[in-house]
């Protein structure tokens, strides 16, 4: 007769990505804004301190910053947001989400850190994607297992006669 152990205490503790709520939803922002903020100004110093550049400067850094890598499909009234994340603990993985998009803050920990790609690199990285059709935050429900993360929200369907809300410009951040 076949036995089989018991796995290893370690092999069940699951660590669990956040899903920012609205009260944290500002302090989220101000850490995009900050992180784009401090690439624009690399990018003016690397360009010899020319003024003039402002704009062009912001829209890069954005472009560096909030980086696209999330994988959305769709399923009934339901949306599946995924992304593979090698080298990131759950616990290091917070989600924002409003009617039209979701962002997702990375926060790599000192022992997965790997070789540096870009001189800006930290250790924090801004996953985001805008979606096609509106959802609802509140329905919202996130796993991290062998380096993938799934989001599931459920759509929103607009009552008759109101129109869908746009997605705030990333010029905000």
């Not at 603990?89 to 989400?97: P, V």
Request: a negative charge; charged letters at 25%; hydrophobic letters at 35%.
């Amino acid at each position: 007769m076949a036995t089989s152990k018991p796995a290893p205490a370690a092999a069940f503790s699951q660590s669990a990505p956040r899903i920012v709520g609205e009260g944290d939803r500002q302090a989220f922002d101000q850490a995009i804004h900050s992180r784009v903020s401090e690439r624009a100004y690399q990018l003016f110093e690397a360009s010899g301190g020319e003024h003039g550049n402002a704009h062009s400067h912001w829209l890069q850094a954005q472009n560096e910053i909030l980086q696209r890598g999330l994988e959305v499909r769709e399923s009934g009234s339901w949306l599946s947001i995924n992304a593979a994340l090698p080298d990131v603990d759950g616990d290091d993985i917070e989600i924002c989400l409003d009617a039209n998009h979701v962002i997702v803050r990375l926060k790599k920990s000192e022992s997965a850190e790997t070789t540096e790609s870009k001189t800006f690199s930290h250790q924090e990285t801004f996953l985001i994607e805008d979606l096609r059709t509106d959802i609802d935050p509140a329905t919202a429900s996130a796993a991290f297992k062998d380096q993938k993360l799934t989001l599931m929200v459920k759509k929103r369907y607009p009552e008759t006669g109101t129109s869908t809300q746009q997605p705030p410009a990333r010029s905000e951040y």
